[in-house]
């Protein structure tokens, strides 16, 4: 019944309409043909099968002899009778006679609705666009269309396996008659009958097990892949199918695995190897056996001369060649720790959900076959920085530590570089800390590392949420190491941490995050709680590894990883917005997965304010300044924190500038003791860390400019307050959620009511940075009030600044000596000859203590006339004293500038030593401050001048010749010569 004329010979090959409906025609083949109406098949199929049908049923009601002898009948004549209604009956009748025939002896349910997907590997590629990895599991394939395929590969391709197939309907009869005849000729299987057709529906929905029915089962399948799918379909189908051995599937990915171009680019030769594989790929693979492919190569040129599709002419030059092969198996991931890191996210992370799904299978096989193109963030020449810089640093792997080095974008969170070194990716056949490979990228969490103790790292966190509560970068703690934190345990005990060095003394957080001090930092964490330690951790990035809920967490107890450390410290550099690590940026879907795209945006919220970031940005530019970190130091501004575990077992250093925020970790993959390596005897993050990162971020930073970090907003200072006289209680509670001072209570043997607060450092009406530390001296009320001093002997002035100090009241008595002539004093003029009460005498302060200061006088001599001595003028103030009071000083520890209050105030000397003996300073008020006799002031010295009770004040006092005024309102001091003549009057 194939009648339709054939058509013209036409100069290539033409897509024609045949009986067996649209099909590829190469030049020479016979006509196609249309495949019958389906509904008419299936028609004329039931009429002719019904009473086989019915036979069938009959004989499985006999004997199980009779089913048994007719089975053997079946078996037997069934192929015969099939092949010979297909090639005796016309294709019309013949298919829709045979397929009902292949279902009933095939056993076998119909044909799936839809083939299975074409699996195609998956590629990573680097935020240029090149080419990181491809993904795959067991099929390496690259799905072409039969557009991509030239015309040589079909040819060859249809010479060699199926040269009827565009003219058959699925199983060519002559096929198989060649073959049954071939091979009872040679006594073995040598040629196969299967189409092409056959061949692929046997690859893509039968097993490989061999049954009795598997053959009527493949035929019948062909019939009705031909009654669903074009030619060209099922040939572009077959083309991407088919395995050329060593897990390569489809001639694409066969073509640049064997000659290293794209199967566009193929010659005739080299088409002629590939389809040569096709029968045997492993026994006929040309880089095992180069002359058995040689052999198929050759085999399948002269079929395609046989078939008039390749001149002999031409035959004969490939004939005459080798094979060119240039192997060219799929190359190792350029940057494999990194590319396992993505392929995690892509098999695991709910993230990407919405473009896999959530079924972890379904998602490993769209990861390793679903023909992804998934865009990443890596930035190429930073990577090569980063495996430069470590490979540098670290030395030879059998003997180095491990390296790991991550960086991030902190405006939107790209993960930039994510290096490991100096050991490269792989398996260890030996002890793992002397293997040259590791599996272990312990930049992140799930790919066998566990996560590091970041040590002092974890410090930055702790003073970003001392910032948040309130607390101010004056903040100061004593930090003295070995005695318990109060808020603080350890195992149900005092927690009682040390510093690295000896470090004790008063600090603020500057100079504690600078020196990287540990009781400060532990401080904190009891004064805030470890809880929101962790949670501001948590909040600013370091989403993985373990924060034990501890104070010990603020010396970094826990675990984090350096992707998150990175990101973390990438939220200070970004002004306090946490952008979420970005790895892929797009995943372009398969054809199989629908051909869609999938895009990730930038991620980023506000986790801290700006004002506190900044001031996290200006501590953490101390260690590199003049800290711990000074090895990292770069030509632009840089914050970062070095750590240091306590047992030596991890270092790191992570630090930013603006535009690269980047974390170093150094130690070994299994935890050991980082002693004797790399130069150093105990490795600190401050030393190789620090010199690794600083090495990279020099090349890294390269293409940026210089930018400063955005400076905090001024502190104004305070006035200290005034509690002397106060309850202790009373103050703590005043500033109970305050964090304007830090009070430091000290006890104090005192006969004052236990609780008083009877003095404070500083000194009230101080200005100082909000924070500070005051210490204020608490009476405990068991102490007896304290003795008089004894002031017998001392000149009038010492004895009155002694009593006064010990905050005695001090009445002055004078007790006149007649001295002879001749007569030598027994004191000094001025010198204090009794004191009541007496020395020793238990005597509360306030109250008043007399002293008795002696004066002497001479007796007169005899008169003796002398001549009346010359008038003299009386001299100006200035010319008289020669003494000019350009400053007056309160008592340093005095109060306000009274009359009548003890105070002292001090007169310097601008002219040669002048005799201020008597002299007075009188207030507006009627007070009178008096200076000593017999006292000569020289050039700039300084006289101190005393009345009153001596209470302190804390001010010094400018007179009106000075810049500022200080004093009380109003007040004048009027200075007059032992003449009573006023020299001069100053207003404070």
């Known amino acids: 019944m194939m009648s339709d004329a054939v058509l013209s010979q036409p100069t290539g090959p033409v897509v024609s309409q045949g009986l067996w409906g649209r099909c590829r025609r190469k030049e020479g083949a016979s006509a196609c043909h249309v495949r019958p109406e389906p509904a008419e098949m299936a028609d004329i199929g039931a009429r002719l099968v019904s009473p086989l049908a019915g036979a069938v049923r009959r004989i499985r009601a006999t004997s199980w002899r009779t089913r048994l002898l007719a089975a053997a009948v079946v078996f037997l004549a069934a192929p015969v009778l099939v092949v010979g209604l297909i090639y005796v009956l016309p294709p019309r009748v013949a298919v829709a006679l045979g397929q009902p025939l292949l279902a009933w002896l095939s056993d076998a349910p119909p044909l799936p609705g839809q083939p299975p997907a074409i699996s195609e590997r998956s590629v990573l590629l680097a935020a240029d666009g090149s080419e990181l990895a491809t993904l795959y599991g067991d099929v390496n394939r690259v799905r072409v269309t039969l557009d991509d395929v030239p015309d040589i590969v079909v040819d060859a391709l249809l010479a060699a396996e199926d040269d009827r197939f565009y003219d058959h309907p699925g199983v060519d009869h002559r096929a198989v008659m060649r073959a049954v005849f071939a091979n009872l000729r040679a006594g073995d299987v040598e040629q196969g009958g299967s189409t092409i057709t056959q061949q692929l529906v046997r690859t893509v929905y039968l097993d490989a097990s061999q049954t009795a029915t598997r053959k009527f089962t493949e035929a019948w399948y062909a019939l009705q892949a031909e009654d669903r799918f074009s030619k060209d379909e099922i040939l572009q189908r077959y083309l991407n199918e088919t395995y050329f051995g060593q897990g390569t599937y489809g001639i694409g990915a066969a073509a640049e695995l064997y000659f290293d171009r794209p199967v566009s680019k193929l010659d005739v030769g080299q088409a002629a190897v590939l389809v040569g594989l096709i029968p045997a790929p492993s026994e006929r693979n040309p880089v095992d056996d180069e002359e058995a492919a040689r052999r198929a190569r050759d085999t399948v040129l002269r079929r395609m001369v046989i078939t008039d599709r390749l001149d002999e002419t031409t035959a004969r030059e490939h004939l005459d060649r080798p094979l060119g092969l240039q192997y060219n198996p799929p190359p190792p991931p350029a940057e494999p720790f990194f590319v396992e890191y993505v392929r995690r996210l892509l098999l695991r992370d709910p993230r990407y959900e919405d473009a896999l799904g959530d079924d972890p299978s379904h998602r490993e096989r769209l990861v390793e076959g679903g023909g992804l193109r998934v865009h990443t963030t890596l930035d190429p020449r930073l990577q090569d920085e980063a495996n430069a810089a470590i490979a540098a640093t670290m030395g030879r792997p059998r003997s180095s530590p491990m390296a790991s080095l991550v960086t991030v974008a902190p405006d939107t969170g790209a993960v930039l570089a994510m290096a490991v070194g100096p050991h490269k990716f792989g398996r260890c056949e030996g002890p793992r800390d002397d293997c040259r490979r590791t599996m272990v990228n312990p930049a992140v969490a799930g790919l066998g590392g566990s996560g590091r103790q970041p040590g002092s790292a974890f410090k930055p966190f702790v003073v970003a949420a001392a ?49 990287s001090n540990n009781v400060y930092h532990a401080k904190l964490a009891g004064l805030l709680g470890p809880e929101r330690l962790v949670e501001t951790g948590r909040r600013l990035g370091l989403s993985g590894g373990e924060l034990p809920e501890q104070c010990s967490v603020a010396l970094g107890s826990g675990s984090v990883y350096p992707l998150d450390m990175a990101a973390a410290y990438a939220t200070f550099a970004n002004g306090g917005s946490h952008c979420e690590p970005l790895p892929i940026t797009r995943i372009e879907l398969g054809a199989a997965a629908g051909g869609d795209t999938v895009e990730y945006p930038v991620s980023c919220r506000e986790r801290m304010s700006g004002d506190d970031a900044a001031r996290v940005n200006e501590l953490l530019q101390e260690p590199v300044e003049d800290g711990t970190a000074t090895a990292a130091q770069l030509d632009r501004p840089v914050a970062g924190k070095t750590g240091t575990t306590d047992d030596y077992k991890d270092a790191w250093f992570a630090g930013y500038v603006p535009q690269l925020s980047t974390a170093v970790w150094i130690g070994f993959e299994r935890p050991r003791v980082l002693r004797n390596v790399l130069g150093e005897t105990q490795m600190t993050g401050g030393s190789v860390p620090a010199r690794l990162w600083a090495r990279y971020m020099r090349a890294a930073v390269e293409k940026f400019d210089p930018a400063e970090f955005r400076a905090p907003p001024a502190v104004d200072p305070v006035p200290v307050p005034r509690w002397v006289g106060t309850r202790a209680r009373a103050v703590v509670k005043e500033l109970r959620g305050s964090y304007e001072f830090n009070i430091e209570r000290r006890r104090v043997r005192d006969y004052r009511e236990a609780g008083t607060v009877i003095g404070q450092r500083p000194r009230p009406n101080t200005l100082v940075d909000p924070g500070k530390l005051v210490v204020l001296r608490v009476s405990d009320g068991r102490g007896q009030p304290p003795e008089v001093p004894d002031v017998i002997g001392m000149r009038r002035r010492q004895a009155v600044r002694t009593l006064r100090r010990a905050d005695y009241e001090v009445e002055v008595r004078t007790e006149q000596q007649t001295l002879r002539p001749d007569e030598e004093p027994a004191e000094p003029q001025g010198t204090v000859i009794r004191q009541q009460p007496s020395a020793g005498t238990n005597l509360e302060p306030g109250s008043s203590v007399r002293i008795v200061v002696v004066r002497y006088q001479r007796q007169e001599q005899s008169p003796v006339e002398k001549p009346d001595p ?34 002292y105030v001090t007169l310097t000397a601008t002219d040669p030593a002048v005799d201020v003996s008597g002299w007075t300073i009188e207030h507006t008020d009627g007070g009178v401050l008096e200076i000593g006799n017999g006292y000569r002031l020289a050039r700039g010295e300084w006289v101190d001048v005393h009345t009153g009770d001596g209470k302190d004040n804390p001010r010094r006092y400018f007179n009106g010749l000075a810049d500022e005024v200080l004093a009380d309102e109003g007040g004048e001091l009027i200075v007059r010569d032992r003449t009573g003549r006023e020299v001069t009057r100053y207003q404070y």
Do not use: F
């Open 467 to 515: 910032l948040a509560e309130g607390v101010p970068v004056g903040w100061e703690e004593r930090t003295d190491g070995g005695k318990a934190i109060r808020g603080c345990s350890d195992n149900g005990g005092p927690y009682r941490p040390e510093n690295y060095s000896p470090d004790p003394g008063v600090k603020d957080m500057t100079e504690a995050v600078r020196v």
């Open 870 to 903: 010359k008038p003299t003028e009386q001299p100006s103030p200035d010319q008289s004293t020669g003494v000019e009071v350009t400053e007056v000083v309160a008592d340093p520890q005095g109060n306000d500038l009274q009359h009548n209050g003890g105070e």
